[in-house]
Each structure stands twice: as structure tokens, then as C-alpha cells.
């Protein structure tokens, strides 16, 4: 191999590593892994139930000692979806949504910066839902699993890819 066409492929090779590295986001929170941006990635998730069109979490530290979601996206109807609801790691139920009347709770806990565990609770207090979300060690993906509990039990699998927040206008 020629000194030309090594230093030509040494190059190339940079040039993607430093492509790689500024394309990922940093998140916002080091404490909290997921918080930040997050799209669906529908081709590397699974669903018990029909899957949505598309999907968005945008996890944010709301103040007051609470952590925000707005979920926003397209169902599988094509109707919007436009979710926010509020909670705080301590193992309380919160309700599952604030935009109206919640029929159900869910109780959080931050097990470390890059899992989260949480369960969703029926009025009468039974248990519905165990769900996990885990960020991986780049930061740049975020896998939440949903098991469905009583009946027929199955696991949800959906993965996130971080992404830039919206720039505000100022």
C-alpha cells in the first residue's frame, strides 16, 4: 500500500469517527440519563398491541423536584397523541397524565443515571404495568420494556434514539 493512499484512508477514517462523535447529542442531565429528546425507532421496537405511527418523549427536569414528559406523536389511527404527565423519584404515585382525569397512577424510581423503573397502578391499586427504561453508555439510546400484567401477559420493547432538543425562539 502506497504512503499517498495510506494517509488517504487514515483521513477517511477521522473524518467518520469525528462525523460519529458530532452527530451525538449530549444529554442534559448526567444524573438522569433520560432525560432529553427522544424519537420512536418503530424498525428496532416491538409491540403487544398495534403499534403507533410514530413517537416522541421529551423528558425534562420540570423543577420543583419533579421530572416532565410531554409524549407527543401519531397513533396507529393516525390521530395525534399529546401526553404530558409529571412525577418524582421517590416511589409515590403520581397520576399518568395531567391533561385530564388520570384512571390510572405510576410510581418511579431512579435505580441509577441510566435505568428507570416504574410501575402502573389502577385505582383499585392493583398492579397493570412494570416498565424499564435503560440508556446506553453513549447516551444516544434509550430502550423502554413494558410488561403488560393479568391476562395476557406480554413485554413491549421501544427503543429511542436521543435527539437535538427544538431550538426556542427568543
Request: glycine share 6%.
Amino acid at each position: 500500500m502506497s504512503v499517498s493512499l495510506l494517509i488517504r484512508a487514515s483521513a477517511c477514517v477521522a473524518a467518520a469517527l469525528v462525523a460519529t462523535v458530532a452527530s451525538a447529542v449530549e444529554p442534559p442531565n448526567p444524573k438522569d440519563l433520560t432525560q432529553g429528546v427522544w424519537d420512536l425507532n418503530l424498525a428496532k421496537s416491538k409491540f403487544c398491541k398495534p403499534a403507533p405511527r410514530s413517537g416522541r418523549r421529551e423528558i425534562m427536569d420540570a423543577g420543583w423536584g419533579l421530572i416532565g414528559v410531554h409524549w407527543t406523536g401519531i397513533d396507529r389511527d393516525g390521530k395525534p397523541i399529546d401526553v404530558r404527565y409529571v412525577w418524582r423519584y421517590d416511589g409515590e404515585k403520581y397520576p399518568a397524565t395531567i391533561m385530564e382525569p388520570a384512571k390510572e397512577a405510576i410510581s418511579w424510581k431512579l435505580v441509577s443515571p441510566s435505568r428507570v423503573e416504574f410501575v402502573h397502578w389502577s385505582k383499585d391499586n392493583k398492579k397493570t404495568e412494570e416498565l424499564v427504561r435503560t440508556v446506553t453508555p453513549d447516551g444516544q439510546e434509550m430502550t423502554q420494556t413494558r410488561s403488560y400484567l393479568g391476562g395476557a401477559e406480554c413485554v413491549d420493547t421501544q427503543v429511542f434514539k436521543r435527539v437535538a432538543p427544538a431550538k426556542s425562539a427568543t
